[in-house]
């Protein structure tokens, strides 16, 4: 399958504030957890205007920012860089929790 690795394509991201989990800003202005339901800005222009709707929403979560993505044909996406696939797996975070857990 032919992907996207231009960075053209790109999701807005922050951290929640109650928790500090990574989110993601979906189609309906929401943030959710769940990285396939990003919305997905397709050019510099609608990265712009993604970025102000994150801005916009942004009482819940800390700094939100944009994160290049690429797309497989079946729509699937993914991060390009290795920092945000980290983010996205969610593992380190959970494994400082853990630790945090074990030790209250």
Do not use: C
Not at 47 to 66: G, H, M, N, Q, T
Not at 71 to 100: H, M, W, Y
């Amino acid at each position: 399958m032919a992907k996207n690795l231009t960075g053209d394509l790109t999701v807005a991201s922050a951290n929640r504030l109650s928790d500090g989990v990574v989110v993601f800003l979906d189609d309906s202005g929401h943030w959710t957890s769940k990285f396939e339901r990003a919305a997905v800005a397709r050019d510099k222009r609608a990265s712009e205007i993604l970025l102000e709707r994150a801005k916009a929403e942004a009482f819940s979560v800390v700094d939100p920012f944009l994160v290049a993505v690429s797309q497989d044909d079946d729509g699937t996406i993914e991060p390009l860089s290795l920092r945000e696939k980290i983010r996205v797996s969610g593992l380190t975070f959970q494994a400082i929790a853990a630790e945090a857990v074990r030790y209250a």
